[in-house]
């Protein structure tokens, strides 16, 4: 079965940087739809970016120009790097897959989830 394990969450100051990590195992095809999802204390899950099988990424306008999504397919691992860090980036983050599209992801197509990792930055 398809595993997502994410990891890399952690506890850092205002302007500072983590860099996320998603192993992905049991899908037969890595160029698929991935995407960083986050989930704020009494709010909705917020889809932060997204990378389809060509590598073309999108973001939130919330973390434009501050995060980064990317994918090894050889290693099978996304990444989420995140710079300049705000108090209001925290929350959990999860990872997800839709091994059913290569393109055109769609936001509720995301069938695979990891259990998520903690990002807490404080002012």
């Known amino acids: 079965q398809v595993q997502l394990v994410e990891s890399g969450g952690g506890s850092v100051q205002a302007g500072g940087s983590l860099r996320l990590s998603c192993a992905i195992s049991g899908l037969t095809n890595t160029e698929s739809c991935m995407g960083w999802f986050r989930q704020v204390s009494g709010k909705e899950r917020e889809r932060v970016a997204r990378?389809?099988?060509?590598?073309?990424?999108t973001y939130a306008d919330s973390v434009k120009g501050r995060f980064t999504i990317s994918r090894d397919n050889a290693k099978n691992t996304l990444y989420l790097q995140m710079n300049n860090l705000k108090p209001e980036d925290t929350g959990m983050y999860y990872c997800?897959?839709?091994?059913?599209?290569?393109?055109?992801?769609?936001?509720?197509?995301?069938?695979?989830w990891g259990q998520g990792t903690q990002v807490t930055v404080s002012s």
């Open positions: 990378i389809d099988g060509d590598g073309i990424s």
């Open positions: 997800a897959a839709d091994p059913s599209r290569r393109q055109n992801c769609y936001a509720y197509g995301y069938t695979y």
